[in-house]
C-alpha cells in the first residue's frame, strides 16, 4: 500500500462496526428466528475440507524454458488428439471412449502420469459437456448459458496454447523450487498461501505477460470457528457492491461502488477507443494489447471486490456472526432494459455472481455459513406499513401509503431480514457510505444532508 493511499484511509471498518454496534438502543428486540430450513437456498454450508489454489510464477533458465515449451507442446498434440476421437464419436453417435490408446505414443514424450492427467482432464471436460447437454434437454438449462458447446482445443490463431498438467506424487515443492519430471528443478517466485494436501498442478504459458504461471491445487481444512451464532444480511446492487446490516445495528453499512464504477468506465472507454483504432488501421478486431486491456479491468475490478469480501467478512467474524444471508439473483438480467449506459452496468460490470462467490470462498475460511433467500419486491415494499404502493427515483424510496422515506438498498436489506423473521426496533434506514479509494473500503467524509426518517417499531 502507498502512502498516499495509506493517508486516505479515515476509519478502519472494524472501528465503524464497533461504533454502529455501541449506538444500538438497550430496546432492542427480535422475533423467534425461522428455521434455517425455510431458507430458500443454501449457498454454501460450512464444509469440513475447501479447495484453493496456490499461485505462484516459475523463473527457469533458457535452456528449461525451452524443455517446458517442447512439453506443452506434446500436451497441446495430445489433447487435440484425444479431443478429436471424442468429437468424431459423438457426431457418429457412438460411445465415447474413456480411455484411448493413442496417449500410450506421447508416454515417452511427456511421461505416463502426466499423459494420464491430460486424457483425464478431457474426459472431465466431456463428461462436463454431456451433463450440460441432459440439463438442456429437461429444459432446465440456466438462464446464464444460451447454448451448450463441446471442449475446444488447445490452438488458438495456428499456435498451441502451451500447458501442462503433473499428478500429485510426480512433483514437489521444497525450498523454493518445483521439482517437476524430467529432472527439471525450476525456483518460482511468489508464497504459497495454503498448505495441505497436494493436488494437481498445472502450468500455463501467460502470452501476454511471457511468464509462466503455476496452479497449485491444494485442500485444506478450515482453522477457524465463529464466535457467535449471529445472521448478518447483505443486499447486493450496482450502484451499492453490498449493504450490509445486523439487527444490532441502528444504521445499515452500503459499499458505495461509485468510484469502481467510474474506473470500470475509463478502462472500458479505452477498450473502445483501442478496438476503433485496430478497425480503422488494419481492420482487425483483437491484439495483445486489447487483451491486456480486458486483463487489466477484470483484475482491478476483482481486487476491489476481493478486498471487500475479506475486510468485511473479517470484521464479521469479530462480531461473532456465523451465517451471512444474501439475495438470490439468479434471473435478474432478463427483461432488463435500461438504457445504453444501464444495460453495460447491468450485463458487463455486475458480476453478482463473483462477488457472491468471492463472499462464500472468503466465509468459508473462517467457518461462516452463506445462505441465500429471494430478493423479490424487497426494494419495493414499505418496511413499516408493508404497501407495494412506493415511489423510487435514483436510490431513494418513498411510501406513497404511510410517507417513510429512506435509501432503496437499506429498505432492501431491511425486508431481508423481516422475511427470516429478524425485527429490529426503529432502526436508521438511511446508510454510513464506504468508499474505495484503490486499497480499501472507508468511511466517507461527507454523509448524505437528506433529513434521516426513522423505521417506527
Not at 535452456?63 to 495430445?78: F, I, M, S, Y
Not at 419495493?380 to 422515506?405: D, V
Request: proline share 4%; net charge positive; hydrophobic share 35%.
Amino acid at each position: 500500500m502507498t502512502r498516499r493511499c495509506a493517508s486516505k484511509m479515515l476509519l478502519p471498518l472494524a472501528e465503524v462496526l464497533d461504533h454502529i454496534t455501541a449506538s444500538a438502543s438497550s430496546c432492542l428486540q427480535t422475533w423467534s428466528k425461522r428455521a434455517l430450513s425455510s431458507f430458500k437456498g443454501v449457498y454454501s454450508e460450512a464444509e469440513q475440507e475447501m479447495k484453493r489454489s496456490n499461485l505462484f510464477q516459475l523463473a527457469p533458465t533458457a535452456d528449461q524454458h525451452h524443455t517446458l515449451r517442447e512439453l506443452g507442446v506434446n500436451c497441446a498434440k495430445l489433447w487435440n488428439e484425444v479431443n478429436y476421437l471424442h468429437h468424431q464419436q459423438y457426431g457418429n453417435y457412438l460411445r465415447l471412449d474413456w480411455n484411448p490408446q493413442l496417449y500410450k505414443k506421447y508416454v515417452p514424450l511427456v511421461g505416463s502420469a502426466t499423459a494420464q492427467q491430460v486424457v483425464r482432464k478431457n474426459n472431465e471436460a466431456w463428461r462436463s459437456f454431456l451433463a450440460l447437454k441432459r440439463i438442456q434437454k429437461r429444459g432446465q438449462l440456466p438462464p446464464t448459458l444460451k447454448r451448450v458447446v463441446p471442449p475446444g482445443y488447445w490452438k488458438r490463431d495456428g499456435r498451441y496454447l502451451l500447458r501442462m498438467l503433473f499428478r500429485c506424487d510426480s512433483y514437489h515443492i521444497r525450498q523454493g523450487r518445483v521439482n517437476l519430471p524430467h529432472d527439471l528443478s525450476i525456483p518460482f517466485k511468489g508464497e504459497l498461501k495454503w498448505a495441505g494436501k497436494q493436488g494437481r498442478l498445472e502450468v500455463v504459458w501467460d502470452s501476454l505477460s511471457k511468464k509462466w504461471r503455476v496452479f497449485q491445487s491444494v485442500q485444506v481444512k478450515p482453522i477457524i470457528t465463529p464466535l457467535g451464532s449471529k445472521t448478518c444480511y447483505i443486499d447486493l446492487g450496482v450502484r451499492n457492491l453490498a449493504t450490509v446490516w445486523l439487527t444490532e445495528w441502528r444504521q445499515p453499512i452500503a459499499y458505495q461502488s461509485g468510484r469502481l464504477l467510474a474506473d470500470w468506465w475509463y478502462w472500458t472507454n479505452r477498450i473502445a477507443r483501442h478496438q476503433q483504432r485496430l478497425v480503422a488501421l488494419n481492420g482487425r478486431k483483437k491484439s495483445k494489447q486489447l487483451s491486456r486491456l480486458y486483463r487489466i479491468r477484470k483484475r482491478r475490478f476483482r481486487h476491489a471486490v476481493a478486498t471487500f469480501a475479506r475486510q468485511l467478512v473479517k470484521d464479521l467474524y469479530r462480531q461473532g456472526m456465523s451465517t451471512i444471508v444474501i439475495g438470490e439473483l439468479t434471473g435478474i438480467r432478463e427483461n432488463s432494459q435500461h438504457g445504453r449506459q444501464g444495460n453495460a452496468m447491468v450485463h458487463n460490470y455486475w458480476s453478482h455472481k463473483y462477488v457472491a462467490d468471492r463472499l462464500r470462498w472468503t466465509a468459508e475460511e473462517y467457518g461462516i455459513r452463506i445462505r441465500t433467500i429471494s430478493e423479490a419486491y424487497t426494494s419495493q415494499t414499505c418496511p413499516r406499513c408493508g404497501s407495494r404502493n412506493t415511489e423510487r427515483i435514483l436510490r431513494r424510496f418513498k411510501c406513497l401509503n404511510c410517507g417513510l422515506e429512506a435509501h432503496r438498498d437499506a429498505v432492501g436489506v431491511v425486508n431481508m431480514a423481516a422475511r427470516c423473521g429478524e425485527y429490529a426496533v426503529r432502526p436508521m434506514v438511511w446508510p454510513m457510505l464506504l468508499h474505495w479509494d484503490g486499497c480499501g473500503w472507508n468511511r466517507n467524509n461527507g454523509m448524505p444532508t437528506l433529513e434521516r426518517i426513522i423505521v417506527e417499531a
